[in-house]
Nanobody
Framework: QVQLVESGGGLVQPGGSLRLSCAAS????????MGWYRQAPGKQRELVAL???????NYADTVKGRFTISRDNAKNTVYLQMNSLKPEDTAVYYC????????WGQGTQVTVSS
């Protein structure tokens, strides 16, 4: 089993920034893909960004140029730096890890509003 614990969500004004963190613990035997998904009310969960064990990244078109995913393998932690936030970025953000199975965090709320 792998446990994922997110932090860093909150309320921010349009144009502002937030940084999400996700720490992985448990039965981690090798490097693995980590990433972030989000789900807005009434919508399906969607990919935000992924980062591979080799630090190859992939972003949704809607966040390219504004969000940056990174990882610290020594800490088994993945980060999502979110800049130039828009109201449409409002959602629950979920950490994801593919580590011999698919694992999800509990989610952290991000609200972009004036």
């Amino acid at each position: 089993q792998v446990q994922l614990v997110e932090s860093g969500g909150g309320l921010v004004q349009p144009g502002g920034s937030l940084r999400l963190s996700c720490a992985a613990s448990g039965n981690i035997r090798s490097r693995y893909i980590m990433g972030w998904y989000r789900q807005a009310p009434g919508k399906q969960r969607e990919l935000v960004a992924l980062i591979t064990a080799s630090d190859i990244t992939n972003y949704a078109d809607t966040v390219k140029g504004r969000f940056t995913i990174s990882r610290d393998n020594a800490k088994n932690t993945v980060y999502l730096q979110m800049n130039s936030l828009k109201p449409e970025d409002t959602a629950v953000y979920y950490c994801y890890a593919a580590a011999g199975g698919s694992y999800w965090g509990q989610g952290t709320q991000v609200t972009v509003s004036s």
